[in-house]
């Protein structure tokens, strides 16, 4: 106490450090009297994130800020005979650590199936104080959802987050909607979940076939006769009715299809002894189209091998030859018959020949009848 009667209190500047872990001394006041004091802070606003003890320190509590504050100290110091305050003390706080915060994000979206795997457009914009980010969490609902999509664990140079498809999308079996809980967290703080919704919108597509292709090997048949049959065909994703149509470039009008089933019909006879070939190979197209008109075409190829569908046909109606008595011995040739068959290829225009009544003749392969008596 000095003589007066007052007390000295002296405020000197502090260097704030650059990290702050609770209970550190940030400040200290000096005061100095020979009686034994009590000192108190008083901070605005508050509550007060800072303790003053009774050797003058300042030390941050567990109730510091989290986001930028400015706050006005004054001290006060009592022997119990004289109280003495000091003056104001501005306190800028700076560089404190927030949680990471989304500025504005698109909290619905909308992406059509079989979009192309990667990149999209769909873009949530972040904002990280000081710390550098750590991770992105992100939960998928449904689950399913995680087949579907992902986030990257780590910001464009622009703090951008964008979304990716990580799979072919189909309307007709993923899941339509899926919700994305996004959360950032730069190593001390996390922030409050941002919610995006993504709608999977259907896209008209071409109808789909069971199999890749079909082939068929038969042989030459009459018109009106079935030459294939599939029990499964095409369907269309949006299921809608599907008709058939086909086309053989060249040979078309040669085969013709049911109109809402695979049913393959040789629409007009194909000959292959008049065309004069022994196989031919027609290749056509076969094509579904939806409700829609979108079309979806396999090749339909049809092999026709030569089949044995025609008589033997003799060169005259009837064959005269004479014997003379005693002219002829046994063996002798008689006469000879001729015969052709229009089918183009072997061994159907084979021929073998037979004579009747066998007692007296008998005919060998190269059509010429023989004597069995003399």
């Not at 899926?178 to 996390?190: K, R």
């Not at 019909?265 to 194909?270: E, L, Q, V, Y």
């Amino acid at each position: 106490m000095t003589g007066s009667g007052f007390l000295l209190i002296s405020v000197q500047p502090n260097a704030l450090p650059t990290s702050i872990p609770v209970d550190t001394v940030i400040y200290v006041v000096d005061v100095r009297d020979d009686e034994q004091l009590t000192l108190r802070l008083t901070c605005d606003p508050s509550p007060c994130p800072f303790a003053l003890n009774n050797d003058g320190e300042v030390r941050v509590t567990s109730d510091f800020p989290k986001a930028q504050t400015d706050f006005l100290w004054t001290f006060t110091a009592d022997d119990s005979f004289v109280s003495v305050t000091s003056p104001t003390v501005n306190v800028a706080i700076t560089g404190i650590n927030t949680p990471p915060t989304f500025v504005y994000l698109n909290n619905s979206a909308v992406v059509a199936e079989k979009s192309p795997i990667g990149l999209t457009d769909i873009k949530l914009l972040a904002i990280i104080d000081s710390n550098e980010l750590n991770s992105v969490t992100v939960t998928f609902t449904p689950a399913l959802c995680a087949n579907m999509f992902f986030l990257p664990d780590s910001l464009t140079s622009s703090n951008v987050l964008v979304l990716n498809v990580l799979s072919e999308l189909d309307y007709e079996t993923d899941p339509t909607y899926c919700t994305l809980h996004v959360t950032l967290f730069d190593g001390l703080f996390t922030s409050d979940p941002c919610v995006l919704t993504v709608e999977i919108i259907d896209v008209d597509e071409n109808p789909v076939w069971t199999d890749s292709a079909y082939v068929q090997t038969l042989t030459e048949v009459t018109s009106g006769t079935t030459v294939f049959t599939s029990r499964y065909g095409a369907s269309d994703p949006e299921g809608t009715n599907v008709s058939y149509s086909i086309s053989c470039g060249t040979d078309s009008g040669f085969l013709s299809v049911e109109k809402h089933a695979v049913v393959v019909t040789m629409a007009t006879t194909f000959d292959l002894d008049a065309a004069g070939v022994e196989h031919y190979k027609m290749v056509c197209n076969l094509t579904a189209t939806d409700a829609e008109s979108n079309m979806a075409a396999i090749p339909f190829t049809l092999r026709i091998e030569d089949a044995n569908d025609n008589y033997p046909v003799f060169k005259k109606g009837s064959y005269t030859f004479e014997i003379y008595q005693g002219n002829k011995s046994i063996g002798s040739e008689v006469g000879k018959v001729t015969a052709t068959d229009a089918d183009i290829s072997s061994p159907n225009n084979e021929l073998t020949f037979s004579v009747s009544p066998t007692t007296d003749f008998y005919i060998t392969g190269d059509a010429i009848i023989h004597s069995k008596s003399e």
